[in-house]
Nanobody, 120 residues
């Protein structure tokens, strides 16, 4: 079994920064693409950013220039540095990872989510 555990959420004021972490553990051969998603009340879950094993990144237009995704492959851990936070960033943030649990078997896993609230 594979577990993804997020941490780092919280309540901050507009303009502040937060750093989210997502650690993968369990029966892992290797971790492929990883990503952050978010879901605000009444909205669908949306992509925030993704990162490949080689470090290629992709961002939603709404976070470009403010958020930075990174990963430590040795630790199977992914990060999201969020700067200049806005109230519109308020959501539950989820991490997702494509994990090889055997050499030729890859499954997608989700974390439990961490709340980020941006409010004055």
């Amino acid at each position: 079994q594979v577990q993804l555990v997020e941490s780092g959420g919280g309540l901050v004021q507009p303009g502040a920064s937060l750093r989210l972490s997502c650690a993968a553990s369990g029966s892992i051969v290797s971790v492929d693409i990883m990503g952050w998603y978010r879901q605000a009340p009444g909205n669908q879950r949306e992509l925030v950013a993704t990162i490949t094993v080689g470090g290629w990144t992709n961002y939603a237009d709404s976070v470009k220039g403010r958020f930075t995704i990174s990963r430590d492959n040795a630790k199977n851990t992914m990060y999201l540095q969020m700067n200049n936070l806005e109230p519109a960033d308020t959501a539950v943030y989820y991490c997702k990872a494509a994990v090889f649990i055997r050499r030729a078997l890859k499954n997608d896993y989700w974390g439990q989510g961490t709340q980020v609230t941006v409010s004055a």
